[in-house]
């Protein structure tokens, strides 16, 4: 039954934009920042906390745009090397932090993406500063398209991915690798006494989780067609670790329901007042009193009732 | 219109699967059925959504987006804007609307950042009632929805859009900036600088810390030493946007102790600058240039003698403005309605206004009276030349506008309790711009002393 759910919840994502096509470019940043936050719930599940997964976002999007500037214009290829550029980002960073537990790795996680903001700020000659660099419209496979076509590949690409992508992690998740991060949360000790690195187990969590970051800021490069450093904020990671928990980190659809739910809730605040951000913050209180599972919880706890 | 067509057959096929398969019994069915009736959801919610008005002869009401800051700290440049536009949409309403029809503005805050602005341009663009925008006050937002605009074929009026870069290109066709851009802004102050204080040898800059206070420093500095290559930049200061603190900057202006500080802060920041610079003694040891200090006159009281400037021409107590009745008017509106005189990114966004008013006037001439779509109202904006309220607009080839500049220095009158500006000067707009095409900075490289000597003196305009 729950993949029928999801199946359904794919195809009414898929049918939307024919219906209201100025939601396609909503839905695509949702699903890019699902993907994001998706990241930031895998680290989760091991009890660590990334106030700073903006940072692989917007390293993933930066790399889309000087791929394009270098000459590189295909979009599987871009999309290839920028997740990769984030995971490697992700993996230089992870090696010495995934050392660290609880506060302190929030708050170095939170460090070291504002160091990275402030270099796409400060180095004005390179990346443009906070006026950004543009990203062009690529080609797909050879195919020269136009923006509104391309923008309807990249919407499809991206849910397409959001099925592929969210298996594999939902099986990552129940594989022992997978359920060593909830034993670490639990008892690290005893992981280390079982002969299960613990380093290891997170620096891995800690690459993919990077690379789940850097997609989603690749989709969000391309679907923006403008990287600023406004993407690599604290706020930003803030708003990733939002998205998790609102959504609820008990399952892989958790983190995109999360961003659906904030992306169109913002979008529809937007529309009503200037003060939208008191509309966004009363809903995430509400949320966050009444349903501490999340979004997704209401999902998993009529499951439960209904077996 | 088929899209409608087309989804309601899929609705319709959709719950007739539902009595087809009679999906209501049992608990797993249930939820399928939840499912059907989710999908037929979305489809006619996408039914309401598509079936917006097809364009008509003339429409019941213009739509316009207009994007500025109405939260944050940039809103204090942000807002003078949103009012503007608020008074100026009433005034042209209540004279029956833009060539008999009504404006209806929807407001979009800039301070949600480029993704929210882009999402919200195009919601509005899908919309075939809102026939142009008004886009943006940030030039990072401006950069984002150039492409945006060309790519939906709306018209898009840049109020503000500062930035040099927007249509360097020269390829825009829906793109327009009626307005000055950071070359000219920048340059304007060089020469008046220069012209009034022809012995200057060294110069600080403190400016905000992003590309508008970069770009305006380079340009700055380019203009100087092209017209008076023996200049020294003593000091580079950009404290960071919304700083609350200038104590550190302003001790290393007051152990630099340069002749002149350049700043081209703005907004909270610049209040906060002036009200903990001045008791240090940099307004008397230093000839201070504050390129938006115009913002600030009502707000905080700067002493007499610094150069300022409003970006353009939009000051509200120019000659040309107080020698145009409409623009007494609006002046007047404004301080009853927000209590306070319009400082000049409200002018700025005034013009705006008016540019857009007089192509659709201009395009319904040309098209024998009938209302003009998207495409033919772009295509009036297109070299047209617009008496504003505070002096004339002209769009050049490339979109770009070419309006004058006027600097000058603050002094005391009695006609009003704050500081005016005075000994001022107009530049001819296309004077101090690149011709299209051209690098900005390589062009400002080559200007010649003699250049600024042919141009209009500090006082000449009275």
């Known amino acids: 039954m729950p993949t029928i759910l999801a199946a359904a919840a794919v195809l009414m994502l898929a049918v939307l934009p024919v219906a209201a096509p100025w939601l396609q470019f909503v839905l695509t940043l949702a699903i890019a920042k699902g993907f994001a936050a998706l990241g930031v719930a895998v680290l989760l599940r091991a009890g660590l906390i990334s106030i700073g997964h903006a940072m692989f976002f917007a390293a993933s999007a930066y790399g889309v745009a000087f791929l394009a500037r270098a000459g590189v214009n295909d979009l599987g290829l871009l999309l290839i090397l920028s997740v990769l550029a984030g995971a490697l980002v992700g993996a230089v960073a992870g090696s010495f932090l995934v050392r660290y537990r609880a506060i302190f790795f929030a708050m170095l996680n939170l460090a070291v993406s504002m160091v990275f903001y402030a270099l796409c700020a400060k180095l004005y000659g390179i990346t443009g500063g906070t006026d950004g660099m543009p990203v062009p419209v690529p080609t797909v496979f050879g195919v020269v398209l136009g923006e509104p076509a391309f923008k309807s590949v990249l919407f499809y690409l991206s849910l397409g991915l959001m099925v592929f992508v969210g298996v594999a992690v939902q099986r990552y998740l129940n594989s022992p690798l997978g359920h060593a991060l909830s034993a670490v949360h639990t008892n690290e000790i005893r992981l280390e006494y079982l002969g299960i690195p613990v380093w290891a187990v997170l620096l891995i969590a800690y690459v993919i989780s990077a690379a789940l970051a850097g997609l989603g800021g690749a989709i969000a490069g391309f679907a923006i067609g403008r990287v600023v450093p406004d993407f690599a904020f604290w706020t930003a990671s803030g708003h990733l670790v939002l998205i998790a928990v609102l959504g609820g980190i008990g399952g892989v659809p958790g983190a995109f329901i999360g961003a659906l739910f904030l992306e169109l809730l913002h979008s529809a605040a937007v529309t009503v007042t200037d003060s939208w951000n008191l509309i966004v913050g009363m809903t995430l209180i509400i949320v966050i009193m009444f349903m501490p599972q999340g979004v997704y919880g209401l999902f998993a706890r009529k499951e439960a009732s209904s077996l | 219109m088929t899209f409608k067509g087309i989804s309601t057959v899929v609705a319709r096929c959709l719950s007739s699967l539902e009595l087809l398969f009679s999906l209501d019994r049992g608990l797993p069915q249930s939820r399928f059925r939840l499912v059907v009736d989710g999908?037929?959801?979305?489809?006619?919610?996408?039914?309401?959504?598509?079936?917006?008005?097809?364009?008509?002869?003339?429409?019941?009401?213009?739509?316009?987006?207009?994007?500025?800051?109405?939260?944050?700290?940039?809103?204090?440049?942000?807002?003078?804007?949103?009012?503007?536009?608020?008074?100026?949409?009433?005034?042209?309403?209540?004279?029956?609307?833009?060539?008999?029809?009504?404006?209806?503005?929807?407001?979009?805050?800039?301070?949600?950042?480029?993704?929210?602005?882009?999402?919200?341009?195009?919601?509005?663009?899908?919309?075939?009632?809102?026939?142009?925008?008004?886009?943006?006050?940030?030039?990072?937002?401006?950069?984002?929805?150039?492409?945006?605009?060309?790519?939906?074929?709306?018209?898009?009026?840049?109020?503000?859009?500062?930035?040099?870069?927007?249509?360097?290109?020269?390829?825009?066709?829906?793109?327009?900036?009626?307005?000055?851009?950071?070359?000219?802004?920048?340059?304007?102050?060089?020469?008046?600088?220069?012209?009034?204080?022809?012995?200057?040898?060294?110069?600080?800059?403190?400016?905000?810390?992003?590309?508008?206070?970069?770009?305006?420093?380079?340009?700055?500095?380019?203009?100087?030493?092209?017209?008076?290559?023996?200049?020294?930049?003593?000091?580079?200061?950009?404290?960071?946007?919304?700083?609350p603190n200038y104590q550190t900057e302003i001790s290393r202006l007051a152990t630099a102790r340069p002749d002149v500080v350049f700043s081209n802060l703005w907004g909270a920041d610049l209040e906060n600058f002036v009200r903990q610079a001045a008791p240090r003694g940099i307004f008397t040891s230093s000839q201070v240039t504050l390129a938006l200090g115009e913002t600030v006159l009502q707000r905080v009281p700067l002493p007499d003698g610094v150069i300022v400037g409003v970006l353009g021409d939009g000051w509200w107590m120019s000659p040309d403005a107080k020698a145009n009745p409409e623009t007494v008017k609006f002046a007047e509106a404004y301080k009853a309605r927000f209590g306070e005189y319009p400082v000049f990114p409200a002018i700025k966004m005034a013009n705006a206004l008016i540019y857009l008013k007089a192509a659709y006037k201009a395009a319904m001439s040309k098209n024998d009276g009938k209302w003009p779509t998207r495409a033919e109202l772009a295509e009036a904006m297109k070299g047209s030349k617009v008496a504003t309220l505070t002096g004339t607009m002209q769009t050049r080839a490339d979109n770009d506008g070419l309006v004058d500049q006027i600097v000058g220095v603050t002094v005391k009158t009695s006609a009003q309790q704050f500081p005016v500006i005075g000994d001022m000067v107009r530049y001819k707009g296309d004077s101090l711009m690149p011709q299209a095409g051209q690098d900005p900075l390589a062009w400002i490289s080559t200007l010649k002393p003699e250049f600024a000597r042919s141009l209009p003196k500090p006082g000449s305009y009275k």
């Open chain 2, 39 to 243: 999908l037929v959801g979305a489809v006619a919610i996408g039914v309401v959504a598509t079936t917006s008005v097809a364009a008509q002869e003339k429409p019941s009401a213009l739509g316009l987006g207009i994007f500025t800051f109405t939260s944050g700290p940039a809103a204090a440049y942000g807002m003078p804007g949103k009012n503007a536009a608020d008074l100026m949409i009433d005034e042209i309403n209540a004279k029956g609307g833009i060539e008999g029809v009504p404006v209806s503005a929807t407001y979009v805050d800039e301070a949600q950042g480029a993704q929210g602005v882009i999402a919200e341009y195009r919601r509005l663009a899908g919309d075939t009632k809102n026939q142009a925008m008004v886009a943006a006050l940030s030039s990072a937002n401006c950069l984002a929805l150039a492409p945006l605009a060309e790519q939906l074929e709306v018209p898009t009026v840049g109020w503000n859009c500062d930035t040099h870069q927007l249509l360097i290109d020269g390829k825009s066709k829906y793109v327009f900036r009626p307005n000055g851009n950071t070359v000219p802004e920048f340059i304007a102050y060089a020469i008046y600088l220069l012209d009034r204080k022809p012995d200057v040898k060294t110069v600080a800059i403190i400016n905000p810390d992003y590309a508008f206070g970069h770009d305006a420093a380079k340009i700055f500095t380019a203009a100087l030493k092209a017209l008076k290559p023996d200049i020294e930049i003593v000091a580079e200061l950009y404290p960071k946007l919304g700083s």
